[in-house]
């Protein structure tokens, strides 16, 4: 993992900011790979990406397709990515396991950009 990167060892600096805003969210998530479909849930999103908790994290660099909806919303976004950095079960007592994805698709990722902006999650609400 390069330092450059917000993976857990590599957290971004406070002068670096993201391209797009992130939620805190607790968000039911299909994803697909090589060996087969998963579901586990994601905490985070945004338009760039997203993190998955999960106890069989991928390892770096695994190209998937995610699936998801936003809770109340009609759109179902499947968006390809890559596993940006993972954190193994056991390996950070503070940190839950799983994998944080970069997404990859430009298109999908402007289009989840235009329903985040508009979309207020309930917990706001």
């Given at each position: 993992?390069?330092?450059?990167?917000?993976?857990?060892?590599?957290?971004?600096?406070?002068?670096?900011r993201?391209?797009?805003?992130?939620l805190?969210?607790?968000?039911?998530?299909?994803?697909?790979?090589?060996?087969g479909v998963?579901?586990?849930?994601?905490?985070?999103?945004?338009?760039?990406?997203?993190?998955?908790?999960?106890?069989?994290?991928?390892?770096?660099?695994?190209?998937?397709?995610?699936?998801?909806?936003?809770?109340g919303?009609?759109?179902?976004?499947?968006?390809?990515?890559?596993?940006?950095?993972?954190?193994?079960?056991?390996?950070?007592?503070?940190?839950?396991?799983?994998?944080?994805?970069?997404?990859?698709?430009?298109?999908?990722?402007?289009?989840?950009?235009?329903?985040?902006?508009?979309?207020?999650?309930?917990?706001?609400?």
């Amino acid at each position: 993992m390069s330092a450059g990167r917000g993976g857990p060892r590599g957290r971004r600096s406070a002068e670096v900011r993201r391209r797009y805003r992130r939620l805190t969210v607790r968000l039911l998530v299909d994803f697909f790979t090589s060996s087969g479909v998963r579901c586990d849930y994601a905490t985070t999103l945004g338009a760039g990406g997203l993190f998955v908790e999960s106890e069989q994290p991928l390892p770096a660099g695994s190209l998937i397709k995610v699936r998801f909806r936003l809770p109340g919303r009609e759109q179902l976004h499947e968006i390809e990515g890559r596993v940006a950095w993972c954190q193994p079960p056991g390996a950070d007592a503070r940190r839950a396991p799983g994998m944080g994805v970069e997404f990859t698709d430009a298109v999908a990722i402007s289009a989840l950009a235009r329903e985040l902006e508009r979309w207020e999650p309930e917990s706001k609400s």
